[in-house]
Structures are given as C-alpha cells and as structure tokens.
C-alpha cells in the first residue's frame, strides 16, 4: 500500500491533502462492506466496518499515526463522546434507587475483570506496571458495538437493556480509572492520596463539563423543538466543544458526554429521545470510529508470545464478565440464563479500549509500547469476535427476531434455542 501512496503523490494532489482521499475511500469500502456483511450474511454492519478496516491496516494504511494524536485522536473522541452521550441518555439514575443491585452487578464483574486479567498476566510474567493498565482496558465493553448490533439485530428485552446498561457503566468505570492511571505514569507512586487524587481530578472535571453541557442543552430545549434539524446540529456542535475542553482540563471527553447524557435523562421533564437528524452525521462518525480503530489495531506486531498473552487475556476477560455478571444476579431481577448471555453480550471491545491504551502510550512510550503490544491484538480480535459473540447472545437469549439463517456454520447453533422454532421458520422464509 505505500508504494501505491507514493505512486499517488507524484500525480494527485488534492487541495485537502492526500490522506483525506484515502480516508474518503477507505470509508466507502466500509459502507459498501457492512452493507453486504448484513444483506448477505445477516450480520451487523459493524463487522463490515472492522473487516474493511481491518484490511487496510494488514495492507499498511498508515492513515493514522500510532500513538494517535492531532485530528484523529479528536475524531476518535468525539465518535466515543456521540455514542456515549446517547448511552447516558438511555439511562435513568432512578433506576439504580429502584435496583442498586444493577450497580453492585456492574462493580462487581468489572472488579473481578479487573483482578482476573491482572493475575493471569503475572501468571504469564508480565510486568505489573504493563499488567495494571492492560487489566484496566480489560473493563471496558464497547457500548458502541452492543448499540450497533441491537440495532442491526433489532433486538429488544431485558437482556439487551441490561447489557446495554452494564457495557455503559463498565466503560464508565474504565475512562476514570484509566485515564488517571495515564496521567500518573510517569509519576513515583504517592501512596493512597497519589492514587486516588488522579481519579477525582479526572471525575471532577468531567462531572462539571457534563453539567455545563446538560445544562446547555437543557436551556435550548425550552424553545427549541427535541426533534429540529437546528437542535441536531447544536447538540452536535455542543458535544465537539465539551470533548475538546474536557480533554484540555485534565478530563475524559468520552467520560463527559457519558455523564451529560445521564444528567440531561434526569432534568429534562419530557422523555428523551435522540433525534433523527443527526443520525447520518452520527453514523459517519460511528463508520469512522469502527474503521480508525480495526485499521490502527491490525498493526500490531503479532508473534508467539504476543498471541499467547493477547487470546489469555481475551479468555480470561470473557470468562471473567460472565461470572461477575452472573454473581452479581441474586437480587437484581435476571435469571442465570439471563445472565449468562448477558456475560457474552459484553466481550466486544472497541474504541475506549483503544483511547485508553493511546493515552498509556502517549504518557509512558516505552511502558506504553509494551501495553500495545498486548491490547492492539486483543481489541482487534474482540471488535470482531465480540460482535460476533454478542450477535449470537442476544439471539440465544430469545431477544433477536433476526437470526442468522445465512451463516451456514452458526445456523445449527442458533436453531437450537428453546422456544424460537417459529421465529426461526420466520428467519428462513425472510431469508429465501
């Protein structure tokens, strides 16, 4: 692919810069591959989104630079902070006082994610100081998958909603927790205080560049319509500038519009819904969000050790969200069964995962390196496969009128579901 760039730069000169074309065409393959990955084989878009992306970072698309920065951390953050803000919209905190054990749930399987991944990666003799943060990723579910696969599934139910919530949540928890690990890498360890100082410096400015942006948005909506083009294009607009001054201040631009979203659920008087308007900008950054991080993921080195440690950590994660999810049921209103492919729905890992290990790299490069090392693979392999598991769980949990009649070596799997033989009648006859 770089001899093709270079063969390129001698002739076209656009007035935007080369790697916008390559962007602009990469993108189209995208759209192209996740139409065809859904009309043809039943599956979500995002995993022709990843796959194109995915391609091109095996091919040497150098798009994006590693640790990423500039305009394509910005893009990255701000794809993360307009999926996040619609997640926080989708979750009332009254909720939680009717049900705290869905919090004690999120906690306790993102506690035991944690401590699981830490100690099979000291298992392996990995360092402690690549082991934390690598454990810290491990947290992270990627909400912006879940939605797209819900979306694309259409699935609907209690599993779905809980899933949805306790990816969201888990993203919650590692964007604090990670990005104060970031900021004190570099830094001799302080004790308790040093530790936890970093975490409330990171809350702090985000809960109150939430608060600016609910209230923001609050105050528009008293004479703007919900559903205007005008207050698509503000809402949007808003999000971009709290991204860039939560990420100045010493905040998480993600984290900030994931609070935004929960604050605003709660003082708007009217229901909340994400307007239709934005939705072709959202699904552009959405697309270039999935793409930047499957084509900055396939660059990995990969060897032995690095498969080793990456599929050990992708084992012991997934083992570790099912379990936390399922001991975390007494209480909360699911079954084990429930809970077991609530487990699965959480295994995809995407673009927080990435930011967070972007950030490791950009604070500490060498310990950073060896941090990529490990997690590049592992997101790469859970953007794919975990879209892929999530698929299948959501289906298996009786929630996904869409099965996946055109995947020949799934189909058996799915048909096997207790109490679906019409859905699955409905399938097929769709499917012919």
């Not at 916008?20 to 139409?35: C, P, R, Y």
């Not at 307009?82 to 009717?98: A, D, Q, S, T």
């Not at 992270?140 to 779905?160: C, K, M, N």
């Amino acid at each position: 692919m770089n001899a093709i760039v270079d063969f390129w730069a001698q002739w076209l000169r656009p007035s935007a810069g080369l790697p916008v074309v390559q962007w602009s065409l990469l993108l189209a393959v995208a759209a192209v591959a996740g139409s065809w990955c859904q009309r043809a084989l039943g599956l979500p878009q995002v995993l022709g989104y990843a796959a194109a992306g995915t391609l091109a970072g095996l091919a040497g698309f150098n798009g994006a630079v590693w640790p990423l920065q500039g305009i394509a951390l910005f893009l990255l953050e701000l794809s993360l902070a307009v999926v996040l803000f619609e997640c926080g919209g989708r979750i009332p905190l009254r909720w939680f006082r009717h049900n705290p054990m869905v919090l004690v749930q999120s906690l306790l399987e993102s506690a035991l994610t944690y401590f699981a991944v830490y100690a099979a990666l000291r298992w392996l003799e990995v360092p402690a100081q690549v082991a934390r943060p690598l454990a810290l990723v491990a947290i992270a579910a990627s909400p912006a998958v879940l939605v797209r696969v819900v979306a694309d599934t259409r699935a609907t139910g209690p599993v779905t909603d809980r899933a949805t919530v306790l990816a969201t949540l888990s993203s919650l928890w590692a964007l604090a927790l990670g990005s104060a690990r970031a900021g004190q890498m570099n830094r001799p360890s302080e004790g308790l205080l040093g530790t936890v100082f970093p975490v409330l410096v990171v809350l702090g400015v985000s809960i109150v560049v939430a608060a600016l942006l609910a209230l923001a948005l609050r105050l528009a909506l008293r004479w703007m319509s919900p559903t205007g083009e005008n207050t698509a294009v503000l809402l949007l607009a808003l999000i971009a500038a709290a991204a860039a001054v939560a990420a100045h201040l010493g905040g998480s631009a993600p984290l900030a519009a994931l609070l935004a979203g929960m604050l605003l659920k709660q003082i708007y008087p009217r229901p909340w819904a994400w307007p239709r308007q934005p939705g072709s900008a959202a699904s552009l950054l959405g697309m270039l969000m999935f793409v930047l991080v499957s084509a900055v993921a396939a660059q990995a080195d990969w060897d032995a050790a690095v498969t080793q440690l990456a599929l050990t950590l992708v084992a012991v994660r997934l083992f570790a969200k099912i379990v936390g999810v399922a001991l975390g049921t007494v209480g909360s209103g699911a079954s084990w069964k429930q809970a077991f492919w609530m487990g699965g729905a959480l295994t995809p890992m995407s673009a927080v995962a990435l930011l967070l290990v972007s950030q490791f790299a950009s604070a500490a490069p060498g310990t950073g390196a060896q941090i990529a090392r490990v997690a590049l693979p592992a997101i790469l392999l859970m953007e794919l496969l975990g879209a892929m598991i999530a698929t299948v769980a959501l289906y298996r949990a009786g929630e996904s009128p869409r099965p996946l009649a055109r995947l020949a070596p799934l189909s058996p799997l799915l048909r096997r579901v207790p109490g679906n033989a019409a859905r699955d009648n409905t399938g097929d006859d769709h499917a012919a």
